[in-house]
């Protein structure tokens, strides 16, 4: 097993910033939970093959790192390519982040890392599990095909009026068809995975 890796940490920290603004824009109604869902994401993947310990240490570097680097880099550039690179915060964790008063100008930067520092640290944790590697495998196919077929939908739409990449995941994540292919591809996928020996 191998302990730290400080350039998969590193990977971890950029995944943690980059899933946590696109995830935000693209899909509004998870807007609020972003950062958390990109903490946990980078933690398991710095997690992988580690011991439950370094596996945490590893979770809660990436999330540091990836919520320095994000918070300072949302200061000084507002956007890239009319993309946003705030990241907005659940209701339940504004009052915990606003207790620790930090002021306005590195507010940013104390969110994402306290964040990062927590859920990084629990998806380090849950990443080291090798009985959940299945499950990490499933909901990651899942969420490409989706991803994949909002893709496909903005290929169709995108030189409509008053469209918007919110529709395009809206109208995959309102399909039930398109679940439904998800759902089997994925779970297909992973069980050949199993069958063939991967994990």
């Given at each position: ?34 950062a ?6 980078a ?11 370094v ?7 990436a ?5 320095i680097?994000?918070g300072?880099?949302?200061?000084y550039i ?7 690179l705030?990241?907005?915060i ?8 606003s ?8 507010f940013?930067v ?7 520092l ?10 080291s599990?090798?009985?959940?590697r299945?499950?990490f ?7 490409l095909?989706?991803i ?5 939908n903005?290929?169709w739409n995108?030189l ?14 309102t399909?039930e ?11 297909f ?5 199993y069958v063939?020996?991967?994990?």
């Amino acid at each position: 097993m191998s302990d730290f890796n400080l350039l998969k940490i590193f990977y971890g920290s950029i995944i943690y910033g980059v899933w946590a603004i696109l995830l935000g824009f693209f899909v509004l109604d998870l807007a609020p939970y972003a950062a958390i869902l990109s903490a946990l994401g980078a933690g398991i993947y710095v997690g992988r093959r580690n011991r439950p310990t370094v596996a945490m240490a590893n979770g809660f570097l990436a999330g540091l790192i990836g919520g320095i680097l994000t918070g300072i880099i949302s200061i000084y550039i507002p956007n890239i390519g009319g993309i946003p690179l705030s990241v907005s915060i659940t209701n339940f964790l504004s009052p915990i982040i606003s207790s620790i008063n930090p002021s306005s100008f590195l507010f940013p930067v104390t969110t994402l890392a306290f964040i990062g520092l927590l859920f990084g640290g629990l998806g380090g944790l849950l990443g080291s599990i090798e009985k959940l590697r299945g499950i990490f495998l499933f909901i990651t196919l899942f969420f490409l095909f989706i991803i994949y077929g909002a893709l496909d939908n903005a290929a169709w739409n995108i030189l409509k009026p008053n469209w918007t990449w919110y529709m395009s995941f809206q109208h995959v994540l309102t399909n039930e068809i398109d679940i439904l292919v998800a759902v089997i591809y994925s779970g297909f996928v992973t069980v050949l995975a199993y069958v063939m020996k991967i994990f």
